[in-house]
């Protein structure tokens, strides 16, 4: 249903542009052959700066329209802005499932972008030959630059590809401010002080045992929000019990299994803080089959129908992130070395997801520097 409506709303990119012109007679004038002509189009680096120019002047005698390579081979940017999602298990995963999670994040980027008057190319990476096919759009020019979120932490494709010049905004990638360079924004998700808010409204609640669900450790998202639960319970002077710490990967069956492990193991616990929505939903349906519902259970990422359902939350305000994203790439200011955080709003009740909800609306109408 998702991938469905991003295809109606987004028009799909091409990765090749049929020439509208005949090359031979390009090619002709120039006194270049046909693939010449091709590579330089599509910006192939084996091919002579005089030759190229000799081309591409060619091109604009003949009063050829150029398409999205030649445009960028002139001296004019392309108006695509890429947006990849890296996910290694795309293939074993309901694809709304994968979307769905990203919606919010995807439809904000998608709106940005039109208002600047750009295209959005949305791509999911998830093998070794999608790597290869985001290398050949920057290369191309297809694009100007991209969005990565989704991503485990030192990928060595990213890790390799922010060196190579290319204009890239990192989602949720890194704490290292050593990878930001004249390119590349790092953008982040204030995960740490909102895991510790979350752990610390629990023990205001009064729990003691606050069982915590934790998410993909080769995430970011995963790792920072542990650090903060663990920082929190320290904080509070609570006697700090490892089995009250259960390894989720944020979906929900890990959710599920984690109750039902501790329950076996007779790991005592009076409230849960699941990394997650998902996982979270999986913990309240463990709870809900042994006749457990009286304990407080916080989960992440706001999703709709958590809070309906009883589970606490909190807003990464994607939209928010989105925004500064979009801004970032299409900025003529190098990025510094700040680290960009993006608040997270607790979800404790209906007044406060309607309060997200104003947010989400807000970020457009705002000062991108505010966002």
């Not at 995807?106 to 985001?134: M, N, P, T, W, Y």
């Not at 080769?218 to 019990?241: E, H, V």
């Not at 209906?350 to 109408?365: I, P, R, S």
Request: proline residues 3%; positive net charge; contains cysteine.
């Amino acid at each position: 249903m998702y991938i469905n409506a991003i295809e109606r709303v987004f028009k799909i990119i091409p990765y090749e542009v049929e020439m509208k012109i005949n090359s031979t007679e390009v090619a002709k004038k120039a006194g270049v052959s046909r693939s010449t002509v091709s590579r330089v189009i599509n910006n192939n680096p084996n091919v002579i700066e005089s030759t190229r120019q000799k081309v591409l002047q060619t091109i604009e005698e003949l009063g050829y329209t150029p398409n999205t390579n030649a445009q960028t081979l002139a001296g004019k940017k392309s108006s695509v802005i890429g947006l990849f999602i890296f996910e290694t298990k795309y293939k074993k995963n309901m694809r709304s499932n994968l979307i769905g999670y990203f919606m919010n994040f995807v439809s904000s980027v998608g709106a940005e972008v039109l208002h600047h008057k750009h295209q959005l190319l949305i791509d999911v990476v998830f093998d070794q030959s999608c790597e290869i096919r985001v290398k050949s759009l920057f290369q191309n020019g297809n694009i100007s630059s991209g969005i990565f979120i989704g991503a485990e932490m030192h990928n060595p494709f990213i890790d390799n590809f922010i060196t190579t010049g290319n204009k890239v905004a990192l989602i949720d990638y890194s704490t290292n401010s050593k990878l930001i360079n004249d390119n590349v924004w790092l953008i982040n998700t204030n995960d740490l002080s909102a895991s510790v808010e979350i752990t610390n409204e629990l023990i205001r609640m009064g729990s003691k045992r606050i069982l915590h669900i934790t998410g993909n450790q080769t995430k970011l998202p995963g790792l920072q929000r542990l650090k903060g639960y663990k920082q929190a319970m320290r904080d509070s002077k609570l006697k700090f019990d490892p089995s009250l710490i259960v390894n989720g990967n944020f979906t929900e069956i890990s959710g599920y299994k984690a109750i039902k492990e501790c329950i076996k193991n007779k790991v005592k616990f009076d409230a849960v803080f699941a990394a997650n929505d998902l996982s979270a939903r999986g913990a309240q349906r463990a709870l809900t089959e042994l006749g457990i519902d009286s304990i407080p259970l916080w989960g992440y990422d706001n999703l709709q129908g958590s809070l309906p359902t009883g589970i606490m939350s909190a807003d990464p305000c994607f939209e928010i992130s989105a925004v500064k994203a979009v801004n970032c790439l299409l900025s003529t200011q190098k990025p510094g070395k700040k680290i960009h955080y993006t608040p997270v709003h607790l979800v404790r009740n209906m007044q406060e997801y309607l309060q997200c909800n104003k947010l989400f609306v807000d970020c457009f109408a705002g000062d991108p520097e505010t966002v």
